[in-house]
Nanobody, 122 residues
């Protein structure tokens, strides 16, 4: 099983990025999907999630209105569109897949991507 994250980079505040996470070895449609981020010296936090059953996506308060999580089952890929980037969004971003009811917690995720760095300059 592999989750391959990509799309990070260095952008100016106010800019946009689209992160991608392509899976192999599993079908993402059977999983809750999450994007986490970890800034230097801080704990990993869940910023967005899609439950496998559908419904409204979850977003942490600090990213509501700026981040959009989506999945493409045909491509077996999950995306995170990030608009209106702020310096405080600087972090390593990780995609993850879970079949655990604890989809809102990092320990509930079984498969993780390798992380992609997002750096926002002011």
């Amino acid at each position: 099983v592999q989750l391959q994250a990509s799309g990070g980079g260095l952008v100016r505040a106010g800019g946009s990025l689209r992160l991608s996470c392509a899976a192999s070895g599993i079908s993402l449609r059977a999983y809750h999907l999450g994007w986490f981020r970890q800034a230097l010296g801080q704990e990993r936090e869940l910023v967005a999630a899609l439950r496998r059953s559908g419904g409204e996506p979850y977003y942490t308060n600090s990213v509501k209105g700026r981040f959009t999580i989506s999945r493409d089952n045909a491509k077996n890929t999950v995306y995170l569109q990030i608009d209106g980037l702020k310096p405080e969004d600087t972090a390593v971003y990780y995609c993850a897949a879970s079949q655990n009811v604890q989809w809102s917690m990092a320990f509930g995720y079984k498969y993780w991507g390798q992380g992609t760095q997002v750096t926002v300059s002011s």
